[in-house]
Structure formats: C-alpha cells, structure tokens
C-alpha cells in the first residue's frame, strides 16, 4: 500500500490548522442581542451630580448612547450582507482617513474598509499565498489561494481595535509635494509632511506686535484692561496637537492672564484692588528694564448677589463633534451645580431658527434643567443673531433689579444667517450692555472657530471670553473661577502710564495690541472698556530703555526742536520712571473712580529677589512674544523661558503651571522642525 497520499495530506492539514482557526475567529459576528443601555422617565437624574453620574455609568449621554445602539444595529447589517472584494493591491496607495469618532458606525468602516488581520499575518504572507497558488495544481481542496483569503467576511471591528490612520508623506507615496500656503503648513522634504499652524476654517484677527514709541514724542500710553483667557486654552490645545499656532491666535495679555497669582490685595479703603508695581532688568536684554503691574481683585466669599443666567447653546450642524456640543452638555452640567435656589437660568437654541428650551426656571429645579440639557441635540444652519435676540428677551423677562443679569453665549463662532452686518450685531449687544444684561462668551471645537467674532461680541457685552478644549478646562472656567464670571466688582477698568522721558527714553506695552485707547478716552466715562470680576488678578507689562542705555534703537531727530516746537521737559524728580493712573467703576456707579501713584526707583528690585508670582508671568509674557517671534525676543530661547517658569513654579494648586511647562517644551521641539 502507498502511504505517501495519505501522509502527505495530513502533513498539509496539519500546516493549515493554525491557518483556518485564524479565519474562523477573524469571522467571528457580535452577536446581536447585545445589551444597550436606555434612559427611561424612571431612571432620569434628579440632579446635576446624579446625572452626570448615571451618564458615566451608562457609558456617555442619551445621544451617544443612541448613537452606540444605531452603530451597533448597523454593525449587525453590514456584518450580514455580503461584501465586494477589494482588488489585491500589494502597497496601497495612501489615503485620507476621517477623524476617530466614537460614536461613528463600526459596520459600516468595517464594511467599507479592508482590515488587518489581529495576529501576525502580514502582507509578505499573502505575497507567498500567491506565489504558492500560482506554482501549485488547480486542485483547490488542498491549496489556500489569495482569493480565500480576501473574499472572507469582514470581521467586526470592536472599537478599542479600530484601525488608526497612518502617516505618510507625500514623497513617501510616489506622490509630488505639495505647496505650502495650500497645504496650510509647511513641507519638509527630509520629515515629511508637518501638521499646519492651525485647523483650516478658524478665523482670527491679525495684529501687529506693539510698537517702540520714543517717550519724548510719545509718553503716554493708554488701554483697556483684558480679562480674557480663550487665547492660552487655544494656544495649548494646538501644541498638544503638534501644531505651532498661527500669530493672531496668540494675544500675550492673555496667555498672562490666564493663570491664578497671589498679589497684594488692598489692606484699607473700599477701592477693589491695589496697584503693585515692579521694576526689574529684563531677561532677553540686560539693557533694558521691565515695568510689572498686578491687580488683584477682592473675591467675596460667595455670590452675594443674584443671578439670572440665559444659556444661549449653538445647536447647529457644525457642533456635532465630540468637542463640541456634547462636551458642552457636561460643562453646563457643572455651571448648574454652582448656583443656588435665588438664581434663575433659562436655555435658547439656534440652529435654522432659534427656540426657547427652557423658559426662566429656579436654579433649584436642577433635574429639569439637567433634562432640558440633555435634550440639545445638533441640527440645522447657524442663526446666532436671532437666537441673541431671544435670549434678551427671556434675559429681560427675569431681570432681577440689583442681581446679576448675563447672557452666556457657548457656540463654535459660526453665524451664518439672521443679522448680516457684524457691526450691527456688536451695537446690539452694546445697547443691551447698557441696558444692564451682559454677554460672556464660550468658545468650543476647531476647524469652524470664529475668534475675532467671539472677541468682539464679548468686548461689546462687558464680559469675559473663554476656550473650553477639554472637561478639565470646563471646570477651571465654570467652578474654579464662576465668582469673576458672574459677578462685576470695578466696571470699565482703564490704565494709563505716562513715560518720565528725563529718565526712560523708549518704551513697549507687551500685549493688549487689540486693547489701546485714545489718550482722552482715559478721562471720558462714556467710553466703554473691559472689567474686572470678584477675583480676577490683571497683569500688564512694560519694556522700557533707560536713557543713556545702549539698546536706544531710535536716534534723536537733528531739526526735533524746530519742526515739533518745544521739546517734552520733565518736571518730576529724576530717578521717577513714570506715573501710573487707572480708572474704574464700582458696580452701579456712572461716575469712575481715580486711583495714581508714581513709579520711582523704590520700585526696583533686583530679578531674583521678586516674588514668584512676578517672575512666573514674566516667563509667560516671553513664551507669548516667543509664539509671535517678536523682535526683543529673537536671542532668547525656550529652554531660557522654561528655566525661568520653572524656578517660579511655586506651590501650582492645580497643576496648570507644570503643564505650562509641558507647552514650552511641546513648542521648542515644534519650532525646531521650522
């Protein structure tokens, strides 16, 4: 008897086994009466915190829970139906995948997309599979072709296994490099592709970095103060995403102000705050000195006053983004959990038409407003201005006399339609400032953000503009910080600084480029600036060049006495730097208040003996003039700012100054691939 046949045959079954379990297990379907979690009227959350509680239980809200059941659903179709093969291509042409999304049907990019197999199967076995088919026999019972292989059902992709875009560069791919300016960042031939300044879409106002101004010809300077802090969430967002930001996306005085500093409060009188004034040699330049002004408001110990709050929620198209409107819900979430039984909020809409979710409600019904929260879901084109327009109404409708009336606008910045002109919709909400509603600002997502919209809306309203990127962020605005959000201790805050040019020859306001005013604005208490809440710590910085120094980069003009009339002659005593006044309003108050002291050598200190808080905005203060490659800073490094960050730290409650530390970093190696 022959035993080749039969031996032979074995040998191949036995070769094939691991083969074939393969196959069976990569065919594997979900079953398909997997549990779904579903949100009854039985389990609805009875508060904030209940809800937010059910919600990370179920695994995420009643819209991504929806979402998790139509993916599911369609998982089970696609799985079911039988698919095309896809040609066998041996190295594929690089392609563009769309963002990971949770929420996005698995079957269906299972369907559509071939799959790696989940062992160690890799593209150099199929070659063999084909070579293999080609030489052997057409006896197809004992031979596995590359047509077995591609033409078995997809499997299921659960999401945790999900296929991640690669990343190639377009030379990489055969494929000619593409512009620049088209590409919206920049293409390296040696790296490969690098990620773009910032997401295609968001729009920002460009500025120019201040001006040196010669203190004899100049030496007053005047601005609004700034309490903003959407431009250093933008920022860090972007370099945690390996982007370098564009320079209109960094304003310095916010990157500043972002972070919390223990300056001196008032120790008598009524006034909110007390200037504190420090002169220093500046880092980047031993030639030069820099002028540091802290304010720090009192913070009561709680809202004293009431507050009537309408949400006005962007629930168009574009906010169907994980970062965006439900990212939102959880923030309002915390917001609601801040106010008490006196206060009042109310929710609106817009999307096509704007609509009134929930009439004014006492802030003690905190289920029926988490249920009101939960119901926003996106749809539809942008009417922000009709939706402003509602949201005044119902703000007016529940107006508390002495309370704190605000509009809180959360929105991507995208208006498409209702009120067309820009300076139109800005008189609005001014009139309505006047009135006595103010309008804050929250900004989310990218790829859509309209910064200079959002800024300007909030400039107009008398309130604050902020960038939620992250829950983390949410909460930082919406608890940590809701006192200088809601409640208004010193109204059109105005600084002015006269330069001794005896003394100081140029100087520089670093930062607050969008904020200047004319020199008589300072006096006039019908011109409108920003303001300061229960809390906030205002930081403004000045370089100045001393007389005589040899970083003087302006020469004296040889016919100045003759064209201009008669020079500037100071008055004051000589080692005075200069003079320092602000304006404010206490709330209710139409008339403002004049605080001034001079600035004189009693102010100097040397740079190692300033407080911490000093020299940490300080570090920020370069790394945002670094961000927007100002002049002064062009010999001064990351690695310097970071030292200096870092020898301030002080005690971070938080962890925000050690992250500020990762951005440094994050932006050093990213500009070395410049």
Do not use: C
Not at 416 to 436: C, H, M, T, W, Y
């Amino acid at each position: 008897m022959d035993y080749r046949v039969p031996i032979g045959a074995a040998v191949i079954g036995i070769l094939l086994t691991p083969l074939a379990l393969q196959l069976i297990n990569s065919t594997a379907l979900t079953p398909a009466n997997a549990p779904v979690p579903v949100v009854t009227g039985e389990n609805q959350p009875e508060t904030a915190e209940e809800a937010l509680r059910q919600d990370g239980e179920a695994g995420g809200t009643v819209e991504n829970r929806a979402n998790t059941e139509t993916a599911a659903n369609k998982t089970d179709l696609n799985d079911a139906l039988p698919q095309p093969a896809p040609e066998p291509v041996v190295e594929p042409a690089p392609r563009t995948l769309p963002d990971a999304d949770e929420s996005a049907p698995m079957g269906n990019l299972a369907a559509s997309e071939p799959q790696e197999a989940e062992q160690d199967f890799t593209g150099a076995d199929v070659q063999e599979l084909m070579v293999r088919d080609q030489a052997a026999p057409t006896d197809r019972s004992r031979t596995l072709s590359l047509d077995d292989v591609v033409n078995t059902e997809p499997a299921s992709v659960p999401p945790s296994r999900a296929p991640q875009p690669m990343l190639m560069s377009k030379q990489a791919a055969g494929q000619p490099a593409p512009d620049a300016a088209m590409a919206g960042g920049m293409f390296s031939s040696e790296e490969g592709y690098v990620m773009p300044e910032r997401p295609n879409g968001d729009r920002f106002e460009d500025f120019e970095n201040s001006p040196l101004k010669v203190a004899a010809e100049e030496p007053v300077s005047t601005f609004s103060i700034d309490v903003d802090t959407a431009s250093y969430a933008y920022v860090r967002r972007l370099l945690e995403e390996g982007r370098l930001p564009s320079p209109g996306a960094v304003r310095v005085e916010e990157m500043i102000n972002y972070f919390r500093y223990d300056y001196p409060l008032p120790e008598t009188g009524d006034a909110p705050f007390e200037p504190t004034i420090s002169v220093f040699q500046t880092p980047w330049n031993p030639e030069t000195r820099l002028m540091h002004v802290a304010l720090n408001g009192r913070a009561p110990a709680e809202i004293d006053n009431p507050v009537n709050l309408v949400l006005l929620i962007d629930t168009s198209g574009s906010m169907d983004e994980p970062d965006k409107l439900p990212l939102l819900k959880r923030s309002l979430m915390l917001l609601l959990d801040e106010l008490g039984e006196d206060d009042t909020i109310s929710i609106v809409t817009y999307a096509g038409s704007a609509g009134t979710v929930l009439e004014p409600t006492s802030a003690s019904e905190k289920a029926k407003i988490a249920r009101a929260i939960e119901t926003l879901n996106p749809g539809g084109s942008t009417a922000g201005a009709a939706g402003i327009e509602l949201a005044y109404s119902l703000a007016e409708e529940a107006r508390i006399d002495g309370g704190v009336n605000r509009v809180i606008l959360a929105t991507d910045g995208d208006f498409n339609v209702g009120i067309s002109e820009p300076e139109q919709l800005k008189d609005f909400i001014a009139d309505k400032r006047d009135e006595g509603t103010s309008l804050s600002v929250l900004g989310f997502g990218s790829g859509n953000y309209n910064d200079a919209l959002m800024q300007a809306l909030a400039q107009n309203g008398n309130g604050n503009a902020a960038y939620i990127d992250s829950f983390r962020e949410a909460r930082k605005v919406l608890v940590e910080e809701v006192g200088s959000t809601l409640e208004t201790i010193a109204g059109d805050v105005k600084i002015q600084v006269e330069f001794n040019p005896a003394v100081v020859a140029e100087y520089r306001l670093i930062g607050y480029e969008t904020r200047g005013l004319a020199r008589e604005d300072f006096n006039n208490d019908r011109v409108d600036a920003g303001d300061i809440g229960a809390g906030h710590q205002v930081t403004a910085i000045y370089e100045i060049v001393p007389v005589g120094s040899s970083a003087v980069s302006v020469d004296p003009l040889r016919y100045g006495e003759e064209d201009e009339g008669e020079p500037v002659v100071s008055d004051g005593p000589a080692d005075e730097f200069a003079f320092f006044k602000l304006r404010y309003k206490a709330p209710g108050e139409s008339e403002s208040r004049l605080i001034e002291q001079p600035v004189t050598a009693a102010n100097e200190m040397a740079f190692g003996e300033l407080p911490e808080d000093v020299r940490f905005s300080t570090a920020v203060g370069a790394f945002g003039q670094k961000l927007r490659d100002v002049d002064q800073l062009a010999g001064f490094s990351f690695e310097d700012i970071r030292e200096i960050a870092a020898d301030a730290r002080g005690e971070d409650e938080g962890g925000y100054r050690a992250e500020f530390l990762s951005l440094v970093d994050l932006a050093d190696s990213l500009s070395a691939r410049r």
